[in-house]
């Protein structure tokens, strides 16, 4: 899990050795003046190719809440390449109305990696795992 504070610089180094390509798009933050942080593979950001490093740096401005993170490169999130991004508003009235937080990412659990299922998929087609 990822903690800031809100209007903190958010600096996150990236060491591939996933075997594969990867990007992580930080899902709900607004990249004003930062785009190319936003982790759209081919499209706001070249791919982090295996072996390399990368360093985004960015940061929420005004922004706080939960929000989540996540590979935006073929199925890699299904695999478990996801997690929690919380950004906290240290002035925040409600701060001390709790006494624990709790932070629970939920998503699909495939009893495979999503490279087999992916390769099915298409050997079999899209119809063959609808449900119409």
Request: with cysteine; proline share 2%; hydrophobic share 30%.
């Amino acid at each position: 899990m990822i903690r800031a504070n809100k209007g903190d610089q958010i600096v996150i180094h990236i060491q591939n050795n996933l075997g594969d390509f990867t990007t992580i798009h930080w899902h709900g933050i607004f990249q004003r003046g930062t785009t190319f942080y936003d982790g759209v593979a081919g499209q706001t950001q070249c791919l982090i190719a295996t072996g390399t490093t990368f360093t985004y740096n960015f940061t929420g401005g005004e922004q706080y809440g939960t929000y989540w993170w996540h590979s935006h490169f073929r199925s890699q999130y299904v695999d478990g390449l996801r997690g929690a991004l919380i950004i906290h508003d240290p002035k925040d009235p409600y701060l001390n109305d709790y006494d624990e937080e709790f932070v629970m990412t939920l998503s699909d659990w495939h009893h495979e990696e999503s490279e087999s299922l992916v390769k099915k998929r298409m050997a079999k087609g899209y119809d063959g795992y609808n449900v119409n």
